[in-house]
């Protein structure tokens, strides 16, 4: 595949950026966007203030989310060339 990927992830944590809440990216080929994928993602802890301050995602809004390794499962596509 010919192009790039463009990634963007939101933390839940200012210490840890494993702590992922959000997580989004497509794939752009010649110029246009072909592919897109976005999901919030439920880290598992409680949300640093700071963070929420930054993205505006809160606790409750990923409390049915996916976790971490089943987001990282449904990305992965994207990252392989």
Known sequence: RMGYLVLDVET???????????????VIEQGVIT???????NPGIVFDPFCVRIHGI????????PDTEQVLTRLLPYLRA
């Open 35 to 41: 592919e897109e994928f976005y999901t919030l993602c």
């Open 58 to 65: 809160t606790e409750d809004m990923v409390l049915d989310a």
């Open 12 to 26: 839940a944590s200012a210490q840890s950026a494993g702590y992922l809440c959000s997580v989004g990216c497509c």
